[in-house]
C-alpha cells in the first residue's frame, strides 16, 4: 500500500498536498477550457461552468493519485 505524503515544503513553507494538487488542478483544467473555448467545442455543453467544476475535479484527482501520492 502506498504511503500518502503528509506534507510537502515549498521555501520552508508546509502545504497539504490535496492543496497543492487542487491548484495544479484548476490550472490544468484551465487551460483545458481554454482549449475546449478557442476550438468552440464547448458550445456542444449544456452547463460549461458545471463541465468546468468536473474538470478541476478530475485533473486534481489525477495529479494527485500518480504524481503526488506516486
Avoid: D, N, W
Avoid at 521555501?11 to 477550457?33: D, E, N, Q, R
Avoid at 475546449?36 to 478541476?56: C, G, M, Q, Y
Wanted: charged share 10%.
Amino acid at each position: 500500500m502506498l504511503a500518502a505524503p503528509s506534507e510537502i515544503s515549498i521555501c520552508g513553507v508546509y502545504m497539504p498536498p490535496l492543496l497543492l494538487s487542487g491548484v495544479l488542478g484548476l490550472l490544468a483544467a484551465t487551460g483545458i477550457a481554454r482549449q475546449l473555448t478557442k476550438r468552440r467545442l464547448s458550445r456542444h455543453f449544456a452547463a460549461p461552468p458545471l463541465v468546468f467544476v468536473a474538470l478541476v475535479i478530475l485533473c486534481a484527482g489525477l495529479i494527485e493519485t500518480f504524481l503526488i501520492a506516486g
